[in-house]
């Protein structure tokens, strides 16, 4: 039997966390079916440009953990290609500029990557620009003014399985496959969710590293019943996460007794 492909993976994932959520009641019943198989003419792709963004941002897009983290996120494929091409460089053998190549099963999964990317570049800016002001002008340090800006519109949920043997795998436990997990509370509320913290493989765009933070949902967004619903989604995914280390500790008892 042929073995399925992450996006395949991506798309039933989150169909099935959609069914176990209505089941308790946390949610409405699921509106993602489920697909035995992805065609391949059904793969949607995109290129994102990267050759001309500020090197700050394009370095931190090249890394390969970044795009590992935004195809988690989305449930995409991304692959770097193309070569940088300085300014009046011409170009060899009709090579491409830098650019990312961006393949999923839908058009939404590739509009959350692109949106994810978009968020990156755009989260780079507003820290140089900031960096800029506060050395030019009296101000607070930057890590007040960083902090207050960070704690509007965003709540963390802490997923709290530090106990969680190596066999359980948190952080994929969290993500799903393909990120399905928090691509699905994303669609459901229109916030951003990401996972973060230690151990994550989210790279901060200010430190070029990850979060000192324990391991922890991110959301994102202005609107505070928005927040709310998204948060209320992360709760009852860590809810499942924690049943089920728990009923794999207790099985792992009875076999041992």
């Known amino acids: 039997m042929q073995n399925k492909s992450s996006l395949e993976c991506a798309v039933e994932a989150a169909a099935r966390l959609d069914q176990v959520l209505a089941r308790q009641g946390k949610i409405r019943a699921p509106s993602l079916p489920l697909h035995n198989t992805i065609k391949p003419w059904e793969i949607f792709s995109s290129e994102f440009k990267i050759n001309d963004l500020p090197s700050n941002a394009r370095d931190v897009l090249t890394k390969g953990i970044t795009r590992e983290e935004i195809s988690s996120f989305s449930g995409t494929k991304i692959t ?3 070569q940088l091409l300085t300014p009046g460089q011409p170009k060899a053998n009709n090579q491409k500029p830098l650019y990312l ?3 999923g099963p839908n058009k939404q999964s ?3 990557a692109i949106e994810r990317i978009n968020n990156l570049v755009q989260e ?3 820290r140089a620009n900031n960096s800029l002001m506060t050395a030019n002008m009296s101000q607070p340090p930057p890590q007040y003014i960083n902090l207050v800006q960070n704690m509007q ?3 963390k949920v802490l997923v709290g399985l530090d106990h969680a043997p190596p066999s359980f795998d948190v952080r994929n436990k969290v993500l799903g496959p393909g990120g399905a997990n928090l691509a699905y509370i994303m669609q459901e509320t ?3 969710v990401t996972l973060r913290g230690k151990g994550s493989g989210f790279i901060e765009a200010h430190s070029g590293q990850e979060s000192l933070e324990p391991l922890h ?5 202005q609107k505070p019943e928005v927040l709310q619903n998204a948060r209320q989604l992360a709760f009852s995914l860590m809810e ?5 280390l728990q009923n794999q500790q207790q099985q792992l008892q009875q076999q041992q007794q």
């Open 153 to 155: 519109g965003i709540e």
């Open 124 to 126: 780079i800016s507003q």
């Open 190 to 192: 229109g916030a951003g």
């Open 240 to 244: 499942t996460l924690q049943r089920e």
């Open 101 to 103: 190549f961006i393949q």
């Open 217 to 221: 949902i991110c959301v994102e967004h």
């Open 80 to 82: 770097l290609k193309g």
């Open 110 to 112: 590739i509009d959350l």
